[in-house]
């Protein structure tokens, strides 16, 4: 696909850009927090673009959350030239997707809209079809040869954990070749950088549990800045020297304070946080872009972490969970 001009991005990015204006700020994600019950949170987010939610008032958190990201995408795609132009975000999702069809299969059951996504670039509805029948024309050719190998691979040892391997790696491919078919930097950027965390959060996970380290080259995923090598060499280390390795990556401090967080008390949950805010902390650089892919590119990113905290909230207030626990647990914002 060729590069589009920024001139062609003019009205998506006015678009885009007024809804820039509404993203929460992490104060703003306290005072929600800090509401005592789930009409005055509703009362709140209409505050922010969220309109009326009975699915708040109710506390069905999770139907809030699906409709809020069914919206983002409707929104994104009705505004973008070409639909084609941020596909690989919608990968995962369709990777998830496959994943719930074929564990259902060898389940003997039928996957239903409960755990199937809606938002991928294939609906879901034509995916079970297409996975059910073995018809695969209309799928991508790495999807097709990745639930190939998966079944055969399950076939052969029975381990539905090769399943998700599989497809992982499948869909990073895939995200990594739209990206460069974009010629695009910041995508490209933003596609390795998640690789490369995916890795680390592997990295540091089979670490703890004691795998050896010729079961991470299993689940390792190519494509990301930092080499299989690296992990290899880095196997034994502890995580202050892993870290210092990390500084031409600009990761130290996550694997620093992550790592001494994991040694001491067992927690991943600084680890983990510090990863999905590298992430963000990237993405923020498409705020001081005006024109072109990557401002609507910056701001999909930046909604589906605000969605994603806005589950944490809510559920901290269905579960009365006080504001300070659930402030710990939020990722950083894009604002």
Avoid at 236 to 241: K, L, M, R, T, V
Avoid at 258 to 274: H, N, Q, S, V
Wanted: net charge negative.
């Amino acid at each position: 696909m060729a590069k589009r001009k920024e001139n062609d991005y003019i009205f998506a990015d006015a678009f885009i850009g007024c809804y820039v204006r509404n993203l929460m700020k992490r104060q703003d994600l306290m005072r929600l927090a800090n509401c005592t019950d789930f009409d005055a949170a509703e009362a709140l987010l209409q505050e922010f673009g969220y309109g009326e939610s009975p699915e708040v008032k109710e506390g069905d958190v999770e139907a809030f959350i699906r409709r809020e990201q069914n919206k983002l995408f409707d929104m994104i795609y009705n505004t973008l030239p070409e639909r084609k132009e941020l596909a690989l975000y919608l990968y995962p999702y369709d990777y998830h997707n496959v994943k719930v069809c074929l564990k259902s299969e060898l389940l003997g059951i039928t996957p239903d809209d409960t755990f199937l996504m809606s938002t991928g670039d294939i609906e879901w509805n034509k995916m079970m079809a297409m996975i059910r029948d073995r018809n695969y024309m209309f799928m991508p050719v790495n999807m097709k040869h990745a639930i190939e190998e998966a079944m055969d691979l399950y076939s052969r040892g029975h381990d539905p954990q090769m399943i998700d391997i599989i497809m992982d790696k499948a869909c990073y491919r895939d995200m990594l070749q739209a990206a460069e078919e974009s010629e695009e930097e910041f995508l490209i950027g933003i596609v390795k950088l998640q690789i490369d965390l995916l890795n680390l959060k592997a990295f540091v996970r089979l670490r703890e549990i004691g795998k050896a380290w010729s079961f991470f080259q299993t689940v390792y995923l190519d494509g990301g800045n930092i080499q299989e090598q690296f992990y290899i060499q880095s196997w034994e280390e502890p995580y202050s020297q892993v870290a210092d390795k990390l500084i031409p990556y600009g990761l130290k401090d996550m694997m620093a304070e992550g790592g001494r967080m994991i040694k001491e008390e067992g927690d991943f949950t600084l680890f983990e946080k510090m990863l999905e805010d590298a992430l963000m902390e990237y993405n923020k650089k498409a705020k001081y872009l005006s024109f072109g892919i990557v401002p609507i590119a910056g701001y999909w990113l930046a909604k589906e972490v605000e969605i994603d905290n806005l589950r944490i909230v809510l559920t901290g207030i269905l579960v009365g969970a006080s504001p300070e626990e659930t402030g710990e647990r939020l990722r950083e914002p894009y604002v």
